[in-house]
DNA sequence: TATGAATGAGGGTTCATTCAT
DNA sequence: CATGAATGAACCCTCATTCAT
């Protein structure tokens, strides 16, 4: 019925398989369900989709590299290490709040077939910002000397704990102020 | 192969669909291959639990008590805040390494199923134990003040990204050691 | 065995069913049987039947309802009550003759889950059109008196023997017009 | 637990089967509820009965040589042929609504698994009992010329019609008194 | 004789994928 | 490009039957 272009067919169905997988999980979401929501027949998905598993990847690619654009956007032109530091998780927390299809860069459904690879490249990125950032803050004074890999590793697993929490329980939320708070200035009193 | 006691038979179904559950998730791990793995015929795991739901939820919920025990008694006795959260923090590290399966704690496949009452419940008794240790060590005078309720949802956040890197990356694990210090700490240098 | 016309597959499904559930009755005809019978596979009966008992169900509604027409449009234009009873009885057997698959009517297998509505509805009609006759023949003194809902009983509960009889033994099968005779001049002799 | 004889067990075992096959048809009845109604293990079963279609049988069959029993008895010593006629409708529809049970002779489910040779010659033998009225009755004068054999048929189908409805829909009952009047005097008024 | 845990074939149903149109 | 009827493997679950005790 629609004679449009076939990047407009795509974007159809890649919204649809968004919406679905993230809210069903990969098994729940049937090829079926998605084609209705996109208004495409059942045959048409697999013109632009080899099969489901191809269509899952490519949500979770398309969904990582916007990610890390956004993330290296906002962090060039910010030297100071602790407003860097401030920048990126509230970034991070806004982006996950917006796109709870984020989710399903969690998901462990699918991590056999996949092997995660994607993913895997995506957080070592993650990582190797927050890395430079806190590397940056030791080298110019601000931060404390620490073991940069394991504290980076810390900050990345908060962030992805948080975007979990939007499924699992959102009560579970917290402020990204707070939370830089906590990590520049940690529970102790400094007598 | 043949009429084992019945004892067996049920921890054996439940060791099979732990680890099955826990690599494949819900929909993926099939009664069969949980019937294979664990050397009981199909119908037999249906004399030890009504159906698939009742295992898997069998499963969470065993492995939730048995957390929760687990940090009850490690944390009675120990009257310095700080201390407590270390012993805290490490303690459910090293739980999640010794029990991958608690990843499927976290799974999101059952949320519109079962509807994560225990879970939610599980997780608020969890961050009432560090609001507790928290608030103490404020009266105490260890901590500076903060907003309590955030902070622990922070910490619990991180343990909870923690327990999800098991699966996604395990180069990702932090010690606990480092996130205690970093939490105590924090990045800032005091001058 | 590749893509016929719909119309098409839907009547061999309805065909197979119809012989296979008045030949085995509803549980022992199971939906692999009737796809092998009628040539469609498993999937397809689903395409057209939501489930079995829909299909049990659509199969019974139509040929009530066919039986009902049937009925109807023989009887009007017959003027005289034993003519018409003649022919009523005449054309019931008939047609239980030429649809064995009638028998599933009366499948007693179902009750207690379709809650027999429509089958109740018919009969009664089916009582309806008897009652009719008889009423009309007292009034134009052709019949005696009688009771007639319990005569009209009688008759219906002779021509159900009847169609059970096509099953279970067919050398019990009687003809309309000793039945016809039997019911209009009894056994006594007149003296 | 019981260390009842085992003809005591046995009993139990038929009358529970009895009521739930009657109740529930062949198939929805499962072993497993007649072990639990009869409190009788499921193993215990297989020690009266090789499997559930001699079971079933077994009852079938049981029913059917009461009921011939108690036709038999009660027509001899009656020589006035409408006299046993009428006695013998009543006393099969007395009989049918007492033993609901009974409409498993009907039971078409398993038609195909015992060739149906025991009900055949049950209904042959009651159809015998008829003809033998009839047949007298002719001779004597009371009854006029017709075809026996016929006129038997019909009115086993009526009574089998009477058992069908028991299930189906027991507001199709009717009287004995009426079903007699009807078959001796018929519907036509004799001038 | 009696038990009931264990078995596994088979039941109804779903769904990713294909292909004639 | 697009459609959707058709396919069949696989899923969850039931139940008649067996057998070690």
Redesign the interface.
Known sequence: MNKRSGIGSKKRIVDAALKLFSE?????ASMRMIANASGISIGGLYLYFKNKDELYLTLIKSRLDELADVTRQSLKGISDP?DA?IKFISLQLAYAKRHREL?LV?G??Y??VFG?SA??KF?KVQ?GFIEGV?RK?IRS????K??VK??A??I???????I??L???TD????PH??S??????????E
């Open positions: 069903y999980g990969y098994s729940k602790a530091l989710i969690q462990r459904e991590g056999f995660m993913k895997k957080f990582r806190i803050g004074g601000v931060f404390k620490c073991n394991e504290t590793k810390i990345i697993c908060t962030l992805r704990g948080f979990l929490s499924i699992v329980e579970a939320l917290f402020s707070e939370c708070k906590l990590l520049l200035n940690g529970l102790l009193k400094k």
